[in-house]
């Protein structure tokens, strides 16, 4: 079936930093990909909606200045956290939605993020 | 606005049992995923559904779409099912999934 995968899976950084994490597609042409986030015990919370080769669209109360997304390919879509924070520590999923198949949806692994 | 509830919110059950959980959506839809979520944080889409029946091995998915209701389930339990069980719906023409809040399953051997 198809892949997503998500790089780093696991990432500690100090306070300030800029951390970036990238999905990938690995056998199909995504035209979508979503960030999430999640807190524990939390439901997904969608972030934003990625389409290849246009700017991203924010859910509202995201900061577009503080959570950069790039989508420069079909495969390819990157979430960058500047200057993160403590409050920023917490599990991000990319999710990539089938070219031909536009009602599939797949789910990458998470990235873990801890700042401190 | 789509509204999605699932119940119960937390399931113990032993293993073996017929597992059976619920999904009711308050605005029509175009598709419903039911995804499965390890402790490890990972999600597996395990169903789409636009109508009718799915059945993958042990689980099986159903909607009714006059009813605005979704039911997952798993038969033969066992402890490798663990996990939370996520109920999302995309609404007609959107793009982005609406999330229930998720079922919490374990499965004691």
């Known amino acids: 079936g198809a892949v997503v995968s998500q790089h780093p899976s696991w990432v500690i950084c100090k306070s300030g930093t800029s951390v970036k994490i990238e999905c990938r597609s690995l056998?199909?042409?995504?035209?979508?990909m979503f960030w999430y986030r999640q807190f524990p015990k939390q439901s997904l919370m969608l972030m934003a909606t990625?389409?290849?080769?246009?700017?991203?669209?924010?859910e509202q109360g995201v900061e577009k200045d503080k959570f950069l997304i790039n989508h420069a390919s079909l495969t390819l879509s990157t979430l960058t956290v500047t200057s993160a924070h403590p409050e920023d520590s917490s599990f991000y999923i990319c999710?990539?939605?089938?070219?031909?198949?536009?009602?599939?949806?797949?789910f990458g692994p998470g990235t873990r993020l801890l700042v401190l | 606005k789509n509204e999605v509830e699932q119940s119960p919110q937390n399931l113990t059950a032993q293993e073996g049992e017929f597992i059976t959980i619920n999904c009711s959506y308050s605005v029509g839809i175009s598709a419903l995923h039911w995804l499965q979520q390890h402790p490890g944080g990972g999600i597996v889409s395990l169903f789409m559904l636009s109508s009718g029946k799915k059945k993958h091995g042990r689980l099986i998915a159903t909607i009714n779409i006059q009813e605005k209701h979704s039911s997952l389930h798993i038969t033969a339990s066992h402890p490798r099912d663990s996990a939370v069980y996520i109920c999302?719906?995309?609404?007609?023409?959107?793009?982005?999934?609406?999330f229930g809040q998720g079922t919490r399953l374990t499965i004691n051997p």
């Open positions: 056998d199909f042409q995504a035209t979508t």
């Open positions: 999710s990539a939605r089938v070219w031909d198949r536009q009602e599939t949806q797949y």
């Open positions: 999302a719906v995309r609404n007609q023409g959107a793009q982005k999934l609406v």
């Open positions: 990625s389409n290849e080769g246009s700017k991203a669209t924010y």
